[in-house]
């Protein structure tokens, strides 16, 4: 693969869908790297492991000057909906406090592993002035650190701030995947989450295509992003 400007880490390919399409990947050390004309795009798998496994792999395929977390992300702030998208001008690792810088933009992430708790988001919002949250943003942040890349992070809301998720942490394998047949036969089970299953569902496709088109404008357009070499 040709050397690239941008390196775009995801976790799920369900969050890059819309730019992806039906393009093929090459699987290396079990990250899914996908070449575009301007960014190479690793998908690594759920949570800061595969997350920190997946930047380094892109990294070293494409040598970018430019590293970007791209995804979906819970909104903290009551002011974000369903569909926003923004660019992070800070990351904070729940788990240890450290904050790491960006390129610039609105929004504070927060990364934790537990996402999908209402209670758990305002505590976040109230210790680090949070705006969102999500699983990988904090891992990356500190592999662009590591490697003296510039880093960058891009952000779509898929559950608003008070929006009651099924507990979908136990549905991922030691892989970073998302077992959709198990969650799938343990909504079944449950009917108390069947309505929010459709809820998830239309609110991430929204959330994808608006996280997409934007991707695709700031590689397409943006002077901050198209300079480097």
């Known amino acids: 693969m040709p050397r690239k400007a941008i390196a775009i880490v995801a976790a799920m390919p369900v969050e890059l869908a819309p730019l992806l399409g039906k393009m093929q990947s090459q699987q290396v050390d079990g990250v899914d790297l996908f070449e575009l004309p301007k960014a190479m795009v690793a998908i690594g798998g759920i949570g800061e492991k595969h997350a920190r496994r997946a930047a380094e792999v892109v990294i070293e395929h494409a040598q970018p000057w430019l590293l970007v977390s791209a995804g979906l992300a819970g909104a903290i702030s009551p002011k974000?909906?369903?569909?926003?998208v923004g660019r992070i001008r800070e990351v904070v690792d729940v788990s240890t406090g450290e904050r790491y810088s960006t390129r610039g933009g609105e929004w504070v992430l927060a990364t934790s592993q537990d996402v999908s708790d209402a209670?758990?988001?305002?505590s976040?919002?109230?210790?680090?002035?949070?705006?969102?949250?999500?699983?990988?943003?904090?891992?990356?942040?500190?592999v662009?650190?590591?490697?003296?890349?510039?880093?960058?992070a891009v952000k779509a809301i898929s559950d608003d701030?008070?929006?009651?998720?099924?507990?979908?942490?136990?549905?991922?394998?030691?892989?970073?995947?998302?077992?959709?047949?198990r969650f799938l036969f343990y909504i079944a089970l449950h009917p108390k989450w069947w309505t929010t299953l459709g809820k998830i569902r239309k609110n991430?496709?929204?959330?994808?295509?608006?996280?997409?088109?934007?991707?695709?404008?700031?590689?397409g357009g943006s002077s901050q992003w198209s300079t480097g070499y």
Request: charge should be negative; charged fraction near 25%; aromatic fraction near 6%.
């Open 80 to 84: 974000l909906k369903v569909g926003d």
């Open 119 to 122: 209670a758990e988001k305002q």
């Open 124 to 142: 976040l919002l109230t210790k680090y002035g949070a705006d969102v949250v999500d699983m990988e943003g904090a891992a990356e942040a500190q």
């Open 144 to 152: 662009a650190k590591e490697r003296g890349l510039e880093f960058a």
């Open 161 to 181: 701030a008070a929006f009651v998720m099924p507990p979908l942490n136990r549905f991922i394998d030691g892989n970073g995947r998302f077992d959709t047949r």
């Open 204 to 219: 991430s496709q929204i959330a994808a295509t608006n996280l997409c088109r934007a991707l695709e404008h700031l590689m």
